[in-house]
């Protein structure tokens, strides 16, 4: 499996190597990462491992040093498991039944007392399987925006702190595996750390950021992890975005992993779309100008941050917890970047109770029945009370006129 790993890692190798030279774009970055030759970069793959070399590779051109457990690589091993409501367990020892993740870790030691961390996870759905939306069959997942545009803005954030003069923190670049799968990669490195973690004042996470709309809405989750975020978020956006802020440090994101450490995060994020987790998730779809914008403010608040010294940890309400439990569904994918009353449509699926009702993208939600839906939270709670079965009235404002449909579960 080495040999065959090592021909096809200089495969890529060969048709990456002027690109890695040369000064090196975000688009140039994906259009890698994202390639079909990657075949989605599944975790423990050969192909994923591609992609690992190719990350370590940029880090050194970048005058990165490594700061992993072997050079740039922090390897774990995990079971997976086969019951979606248990998790995958690590183990020390490989096996047939055991899957190898690759974290690919650079550090930028600017000799300061603080180290800021910034990641993004590298990993996808390889050939499609559990966690694909996509119905017809096995196809390659490139997943461009899911999330080699976040891999883009990462790399391009470190040539712009090793350019800078200005700032004094330290730099840790994370590109974690095994994201998809759980969280795997931060949650080992938070639990193995190659740094001390009690010197890391805050962490930055991409997770799909390369999907900016015409509205140029930009969500950021963490905000509440540390008193000084919401001020940096608002005096360094210059009206660049509409930000929809998110208090808690929990989500479906490797944030997560370093806010249950006790550090402050920012996640950003810019919303699903109808190619998520489906093989359209493809290079050319994606905002580079946008990447760029995000690339740019999240810089400027490294720099105002840089200045106050490690920051204070907040804990926040875990939003998670705070969900009902549903017997039935809608069939929409709720529109995340929404920060007006009700909750708007993003997408609808098909042959689904939403569908069938007549409902369409851009519906804004505001009644189920008898409940006023006035935000995401209480949408779910209005979804919550009913079963399979039954029938009701749903209010949502379409072109500025409501409209009210019947909807059966």
Do not use: W
């Not at 899911?146 to 730099?171: C, E, R, T, Y």
């Amino acid at each position: 499996m080495r040999a065959i790993i090592g021909i096809l890692i200089a495969i890529a190798l060969i048709g990456c190597k002027k690109e890695v030279e040369k000064p090196v774009s975000m688009q140039d970055d994906v259009a890698f990462l994202a390639s079909d030759s990657l075949q989605g970069r599944d975790t423990g793959t050969p192909y994923e491992l591609m992609a690992a070399d190719y990350i370590q590779k940029r880090y050194g051109a970048l005058g990165l040093e490594p700061k992993g457990a072997g050079g740039y690589y922090q390897t774990f091993t995990f079971t997976p498991s086969n019951d979606p409501h248990r998790e995958a367990t690590f183990d020390s020892i490989a096996s047939d039944a055991t899957i190898t993740g690759t974290n690919v870790i650079g550090y930028l030691d600017n000799k300061a007392e603080t180290t800021v961390v910034i990641g993004a996870h590298y990993d996808h759905l390889g050939m499609g399987g559990e966690g694909s939306l996509y119905r017809e069959g096995q196809a390659i997942h490139n997943g461009a925006d899911d999330n080699a545009s976040g891999v883009a803005v990462m790399l391009n954030l470190a040539k712009k702190v090793q350019d800078s003069a200005l700032i004094k923190n330290n730099f840790l670049f994370i590109a974690f595996s095994g994201e998809e799968l759980g969280l795997l990669g931060s949650n080992f490195f938070a639990k193995n750390p190659t740094i001390d973690l009690d010197k890391v004042t805050y962490m930055i996470n991409m997770d799909m950021v390369g999907r900016l709309n015409e509205e140029k809405q930009l969500a950021v989750h963490g905000v509440g992890t540390s008193p000084v975020f919401k001020q940096t978020l608002f005096v360094n956006n210059n009206d660049r975005f509409q930000v929809s802020e998110h208090e808690s440090g929990v989500g479906p994101s490797d944030h997560t992993s370093f806010y249950l450490q006790d550090i402050p995060v920012l996640h950003f994020f810019t919303g699903q779309h109808e190619d998520y987790h489906k093989p359209g998730d493809d290079a050319e779809k994606l905002n580079y100008e946008g990447m760029e914008a995000i690339s740019s403010y999240i810089f400027d608040i490294v720099k105002d941050l840089g200045s106050q010294g490690e920051l204070a940890f907040k804990k926040t309400k875990n939003e998670s917890e705070e969900v009902p439990r549903f017997k039935v569904g809608l069939g929409v994918v709720p529109d995340y970047l929404y920060s007006g009353e009700g909750m708007r449509i993003d997408g609808v699926s098909e042959d689904r109770p939403a569908q069938r009702a007549g409902l369409i993208k851009g519906d804004i939600v505001v009644k189920m029945g008898d409940s006023t839906v006035t935000d995401m939270m209480s949408y779910m709670r209005a979804l919550s009370s009913f079963e399979q079965g039954q029938k009701t009235k749903v209010i949502v404002q379409r072109d500025g006129k409501e409209v009210t449909v019947e909807v059966e579960f």
